[in-house]
């Protein structure tokens, strides 16, 4: 089985920059699809879905691989190494930020510069540090989502996306949960929500834009403050915006970030 | 500018038998992503945009080319000999089904069958032939289009889709249609809507799924029952549902009539 074939690859844009999208959890490659127009004319964009998501190969799913972030980060380093991929700008969203962020470790060589919306490399508050959720309250969560799924999907989706007044945009998230494997999406919800990666952070040397949104219930403000004071390479935007995926439900404001922090 | 870069050729799934998808008027590849998933294991999907839609390379648009389904129809052969497909189960959608047709009738070796949801030779009503629209219903339309192509959108994307109790289903729509080359999509709207394809099927021998909506107001039953009787080797199925788009607003019933057709 190809690399190109597990993660359903797909090289798309013709620039000769390359944009690398690290979906987050519960999402496909299509997810991207409100801002990818803009960029297509300037830069290369490599698309693929993690493992249990969108046209993956599902049967490349290994428990003890993808029991931490790391196995998700080397099949990122595995798409870069099959395309020979180089002066990489990685577009990550939520844990498929802290994803690029642990590939971007690894082989620093490898990437010019994260592009990092919603970022938080742990989501549970702990002594001096506010991720936003109490550990009962994740556990409650996985719970939850253990026993029915679809009915977390319905739940969490619209605390996730925000904009109550565009239930169209929940609507496309709920769908995207459900078109994962609920086996792999609970695992792989469980190594998002319990991961602490902060002190991987020190090792991180590649120039970051931070995008956090104004008002989102996963990644709350703290964690983009905390990114910035830890990586000192690194630039904080925050949108005037609500949700956690502002390139699906803020698509212009997200574009102008990354196109401005690009540019400079 | 190879062919798989200006028509964004993306090649997904696991089998060996493939699946060409030929996408209707203002869609994208990412239309298909409901029924897609159910498909990945068993075949190879060969996905791409038409010049002026998703990713494809606007530049590539030549008006003379495209002022014919056949400027169409050649991409689709262009795209097949890059890809050396051969035996291939091509599926096209709307007008997408039309131009599949046309590709067939050029080059009958390369395809093994089609599969065609609510496809329409002609959408005009003539002699003897009721496509559905008269003369001026279609003027007025393109008027309206050429004037505004967004409120265009805002009215037609919800009749084109039906099911008015799931208006997620139509902002998809809507989005879809916004995301073209709105000088593109204006003319390929009228070569759509003003072609007359009639005559060329008798030159199609290839065996063709005809799946029909029972309330599709862009073709109706009429135009199956059409398509049924001067087509031979094809076979008919009426799905019990709304809407001219049942492989977005009804994917289930849609695979079942697709695989039902492919296992026989």
Not at 44 to 52: I, N, Q, S, T, Y
């Amino acid at each position: 089985m190809s690399v190109l074939k597990r993660n359903n690859v797909h090289v798309a844009g013709r620039g000769q920059q390359t944009l690398l999208f690290v979906n987050g959890f519960g999402c496909d490659q299509t997810i991207w699809r409100y801002i990818l127009p803009a960029l297509a004319e300037q830069y290369r964009l490599v698309l693929f879905d993690h493992v249990g998501a969108g046209l993956s190969d599902a049967k490349a799913y290994d428990p003890t691989k993808y029991a931490s972030l790391q196995g998700y980060a080397q099949d990122v380093l595995d798409v870069c190494a099959e395309l020979a991929l180089t002066d990489v700008t990685l577009v990550g969203h939520s844990v498929g930020a802290m994803i690029g962020a642990l590939a971007a470790i690894q082989e620093p060589a490898r990437f010019q510069r994260l592009l990092l919306l919603c970022p938080s490399p742990c989501y549970l508050n702990e002594a001096d540090y506010h991720g936003g959720f109490d550990r009962v309250d994740i556990d409650n969560m996985l719970s939850f989502m253990e026993r029915d799924f679809v009915e977390w999907a319905d739940t969490f989706a619209p605390l996730i996306m925000g904009n109550p007044d565009r239930p169209t945009l929940s609507a496309e998230l709920i769908h995207s949960f459900c078109q994962n494997d609920p086996v792999i999406a609970k695992q792989f919800a469980r190594v998002t929500f319990l991961s602490d990666n902060r002190s991987d952070l020190a090792r991180l040397h590649t120039p970051c834009l931070l995008v956090q949104c104004a008002e989102d219930l996963i990644a709350p403000l703290e964690v983009g403050d905390y990114l910035h004071t830890v990586l000192p390479d690194s630039k904080l935007v925050t949108l005037p915006v609500s949700g956690h995926c502002p390139h699906v439900s803020a698509p212009r404001e997200t574009l102008a970030a990354m196109e401005a922090y690009m540019a400079a």
